[in-house]
């Protein structure tokens, strides 16, 4: 199975803040990786497709790069509603894994 | 709108089976795969398995394959998930998600169930 990696596990930050969260892969998985976003008690929501593609809905200061074996989630300027768990997921191989998750907190 | 419903909250003892249903509106329901998810307290996302609900095709995560069989009915829409010689270790919330793209094997999760609470006491 691909391995995710994903660091760090957790990051506290501001309001305003850029926020970057990476996601590494065992090997590569070309373009093939998603990012969610998910609350306590609820269901994850996608925010990110194909490394870079950004959900319908979902607004413009979260952005996704990367190719290949590294990923990178960024938020351009943390707001309230952030706060939550980010987890990357691979989806090339036949088994999808998932990272084990990045916790923002309120700094 | 699109969505996905799952059944209520379930307890069973070690050694049982459990059934989740999660049932589709919105869409049509045979062009997009449908995958489990599930979450140990406290824990990260596992990917469980995948089904097509137009032609059936399955594919289990190595871990589950001999404890999990999923399952569709186009006639109403829903796909179900059964484990089975439950373990205390599978007590978790699992999720339905559908697969973004129509047709496809593999892609994102872009519509989620709210959850079914499992727990095996």
């Known amino acids: 199975d691909i391995q995710m990696t994903q660091f760090p596990s957790t990051l506290s930050a501001s309001v305003g803040d850029r926020v970057t969260i990476t996601c590494r892969a065992s090997?590569?998985?070309?373009?093939?990786l998603a990012w969610y976003q998910q609350k306590p008690g609820k269901a994850p929501n996608l925010l990110i497709y194909?490394?870079?593609s950004l959900e319908t809905g979902v607004p413009s200061r979260f952005s996704g790069s990367g190719s290949g074996t590294e990923f990178t989630l960024t938020i351009s300027s943390l707001q309230p509603d952030d706060f939550a768990t980010y987890y990357c997921?691979?989806?090339?191989?036949?088994?999808?894994?998932f990272g084990q998750g990045t916790k923002v907190e309120i700094k | 709108q699109v969505q996905l419903v799952q059944s209520g909250a379930e307890v069973k003892k070690p050694g049982a089976s459990v059934k989740v249903s999660c049932m589709a509106s919105?869409?049509?329901?045979?062009?997009?795969?449908i995958n489990w998810v599930r979450q140990a307290p406290g824990q990260g996302l596992e990917w469980m398995g995948w089904?097509?609900?137009?032609?059936?095709?399955?594919n289990y995560a190595q871990k589950l394959h001999d404890r999990v069989t999923m399952t569709t009915d186009t006639s109403t829409n829903t796909a179900y998930m059964e484990l089975r010689s439950l373990r205390s270790d599978d007590t978790a919330v699992y999720y339905c998600?559908?697969?973004?793209?129509?047709?496809?094997?593999?892609?994102?999760?872009?519509?989620w169930g709210q959850g079914t609470v499992v727990t095996v006491s």
């Open positions: 998600a559908r697969l973004k793209a129509p047709s496809a094997i593999v892609g994102a999760f872009d519509v």
């Open positions: 919105g869409y049509s329901f045979s062009s997009y795969g």
């Open positions: 089904i097509s609900p137009f032609t059936g095709n399955t």
């Open positions: 090997q590569s998985i070309s373009n093939w």
């Open positions: 194909k490394a870079s």
């Open positions: 997921q691979q989806y090339e191989s036949s088994s999808r894994t």
